[in-house]
């Protein structure tokens, strides 16, 4: 295991992966200001390599904008000088969790508000595949002076990997593998295996709820809600404590949490 993974690991109520690992981005750029610009370069979001001068904060807040209902606090924040001009950059890390609500948009407004800065940015990085064009359409229609920039987490660690000569690279390479921040869009053997055998096993989740327990239920508490299309969601959207293929049924005010079944 990483130095990273046990550090973090030290936590002992919910681990706060995402601002962990901002700080670990963050100060291995702020140390090494030649590969920050390489890497923004390397993904056309600066096209200047004559900055002197890279400032880098974490969680910096911003007051709310009159149409804003909070504040706002993006990951990190990057202010690039040099004789003639100053950028600013938001980078809004994900990786277990999604954006929040209106998050980008809020960003977008802010940065566009920023005095004094020659070009704004904002980057969105996330593990898991989440397309944006929305914010793009946002930015666009509302002639935001921002551009947007979407990355992956395994495009950073393909960089990192090419430099991994480092010892404190080593260890941010070994904890993006550890918490599946490497896996890129190419399929593997097992994940081809996976997609063949998977109307097999959806037909057996199916199955498994559908017949003797779906029967309990009816017994019991009058029916089921339960509906393929439902359990699906509810295992994609990760929004419920179990993470995982359920159906429920809510009577007389008991929770539908308290009687879950799950696979």
């Known amino acids: 295991m990483s130095l990273f993974s046990n550090l973090l690991n030290l936590h002992s109520a919910n681990k706060p992966l995402e601002d962990f690992f901002t700080e670990i981005f963050a100060y291995f750029f ?11 370069q390397q993904h056309f979001i600066i096209s200047d390599e004559s900055y002197y001068s890279a400032k880098i904060k974490t969680q910096k807040y911003y007051e709310p904008l009159k149409n804003h209902t909070c504040g706002s606090q993006p990951d990190i ?15 809004e890390s994900k990786i277990a969790s999604t954006e929040g609500c209106q998050q980008l948009e809020r960003y977008s407004e802010i940065l566009s508000n920023l005095p004094y800065y020659s070009r704004r940015t904002l980057i969105y990085i996330t593990r898991d595949y989440e397309p944006k064009e929305d914010i793009k359409t946002f930015i666009k229609d509302s002639s935001l002076k921002v551009n947007f920039y979407q990355l992956r987490w ?3 660690y393909s960089f990192l990997k ?13 904890f993006m593998e550890l918490n599946m921040m490497s896996q890129n ?16 096993t959806l037909n057996f989740m199916e199955a498994s709820l559908g017949e003797e327990v779906s029967a309990k239920f009816k017994q019991n508490l009058e029916g089921v809600t339960k509906a393929s299309a439902d359990s699906l969601y509810q295992w994609k ?27």
Do not use: C, H
Not at 30 to 38: A, H, M, T, V
Not at 77 to 82: K, Y
Not at 185 to 200: E, R
């Open 30 to 40: 702020s140390i090494n200001k030649d590969l920050l610009i390489e890497w923004l």
């Open 77 to 91: 924040v990057i202010e690039l000088a040099n004789e003639t001009k100053t950028e600013i950059i938001f980078i």
């Open 185 to 200: 869009n190419q399929l593997s053997p097992i994940d081809i295996l996976t997609i063949k055998s998977f109307n097999k």
């Open 154 to 156: 395994y495009q950073v």
């Open 162 to 174: 090419k430099i991994s000569n480092d010892r404190l690279i080593q260890e941010i390479l070994m």
């Open 237 to 263: 959207s990760k929004k419920k404590i179990y993470n995982g293929y359920t159906f429920f049924k809510q009577k007389n005010g008991i929770s539908g949490v308290d009687l879950d079944i799950l696979i």
